[in-house]
């Protein structure tokens, strides 16, 4: 099965503009009808809806449940560079919203997976001082050879002195005992995806600054992330068919 034409039915998140853009420069056809398409490009979070045409047609999507498919989220090449766009993004929004330099602040990741490694990457750059907080010893041993402080969760209810605070874990960490421990003009940014890992009725009663990181590629760089999806997309079938 050979896959050239292909449809994008739902273009409201402005990252498969640029998919379809980024799959017309490498040559595959675009058609305005999904019954004519090889294939169908979906979007990330691919919603049950948004499959009920297809009629078991090949398709490409983020984050959803269909059988005839590929989930372009599971596509390691994929995340790890939509990891530094997060990242990228992330420290964008803390620059927006903090009036000192990130050289020399005091910055905390939380969890040390790949968003949290390419933060780490990146803040290094700017000569932050960074400490990780992490649950595996292979994740400590990691952060640490990175040239990073550790610590562990059970730390953050006892003292907290940094500046900016960044989640990337998708479980609530940062409660009222770990809040409360927090100085009063630290920056909060929670990149966890919904519910997130900081409990903001909490920060919020206690003045605590807390800003939404949630969909950061998308806000910061819709052409890049849109372009990496389309090139996810053409690696697949590249690996897959040719």
């Known amino acids: 099965m050979k896959l050239k034409k292909f ?12 998919a ?6 490498k040559g595959f056809e675009y058609s305005q009808s999904v019954q004519e398409a090889d294939f169908v490009l979906l979007p990330v979070t691919s919603k049950p809806h948004m499959f009920e045409e297809l009629n078991n047609k090949p398709a490409f ?24 766009l997060t990242a990228e993004g992330a420290v964008t929004l803390i620059e927006e919203n903090t009036n000192y330099s990130l050289y020399r602040a005091k910055v905390l990741i939380l969890g040390y997976g790949r968003i949290g490694k390419a933060l780490h990457s990146i803040l290094k750059g700017y000569g932050a001082d960074i400490t ?4 595996s010893r292979e ?3 990691d952060s640490v050879f990175n040239g990073a402080k550790h610590i562990r969760f059970e730390v953050l209810k006892k003292n ?23 100085k009063k003009d630290a920056v909060i940014l929670d990149l ?9 009725h909490v920060a919020d009663s206690m003045g605590l600054m807390v800003l939404n990181g949630r969909r950061m590629p998308a806000r910061y ?11 996810a997309v053409s690696d697949i079938i590249e690996e897959e068919f040719i």
């Open 7 to 18: 449809a994008v039915p739902f273009t409201d998140d402005k990252r498969m503009i640029y």
């Open 20 to 25: 379809k853009e980024y799959l017309e420069n």
């Open 61 to 84: 999507y983020g984050m959803g449940d269909y059988k005839h498919g590929w989930d372009y989220m599971k596509y390691e090449s994929y995340v790890l560079k939509n990891a530094f």
């Open 132 to 135: 990780v907080c992490s649950r």
């Open 139 to 141: 994740s400590e041993a």
């Open 160 to 182: 907290n002195d940094a500046d900016i605070i960044i989640n990337t874990v998708p479980h609530p960490v940062l409660t009222k005992p770990e809040l409360s421990v927090v």
């Open 192 to 200: 966890a995806s919904f519910p997130g890992g900081v409990d903001t």
């Open 221 to 231: 760089a819709e052409k890049t992330a849109g372009y990496l999806i389309g090139e």
